[in-house]
């Protein structure tokens, strides 16, 4: 990875030492970007569905939020995955972070009746086949493959909400 403190300084037209003060690493400067970067993505996507007793319901939750989730300053983000992938022993956190950042909104958005192993099931298969489109998306750039897997992934959780009834 290219990545370090004199180059981060300089996009930021100051000092690496300056950084220094306020970050403990080129690691740590990254780590705390891509925290602030997600809790933004993921307070867009809470306002965008529509959180409360007016929620959407999930399959329209996932459609309007997946619009936040690739667009281009989401690239970032989509790139920590890689970093985790890339070198686990020294990104891991990146990786397992972001399930623990976006796992209490997807939570949140499932029925408040459904017990909550079901939440957590289905919470989790959102948030695995998101990652999943993700990934695709950026690397083969097969619109039309993850176009259809979307589909089928709405088809899924509108079934899943419509066994309740």
Request: glycine residues 6%.
């Amino acid at each position: 990875m290219d990545f370090s403190l004199r180059r981060a300084a300089r996009a930021a037209d100051t000092t690496h030492k300056v950084l220094l003060y306020h970050f403990d690493g080129a690691d740590d400067l990254l780590r705390q970007a891509i925290l602030r970067l997600r809790d933004r993505r993921i307070d867009r996507s809470v306002a965008a569905g529509r959180p409360g007793p007016d929620r959407l319901p999930l399959a329209e939750w996932v459609r309007v939020v997946w619009p936040i989730l690739v667009g281009d300053e989401a690239r970032v983000l989509d790139q920590a995955i890689g970093l985790a992938m890339y070198d686990p022993d020294r990104y891991a956190e990146l990786g397992r972070g972001a399930s623990r950042q976006y796992l209490p909104t997807l939570l949140a958005i499932c029925p408040e009746h459904w017990p909550e192993q079901r939440k957590f099931e289905v919470a989790e298969m959102i948030l695995a086949v998101l990652r999943g489109f993700l990934v695709d998306a950026r690397t083969s750039g097969d619109t039309a493959g993850v176009a259809a897997g979307f589909e089928a992934l709405i088809r899924a959780l509108e079934r899943e909400e419509a066994a309740d009834e």
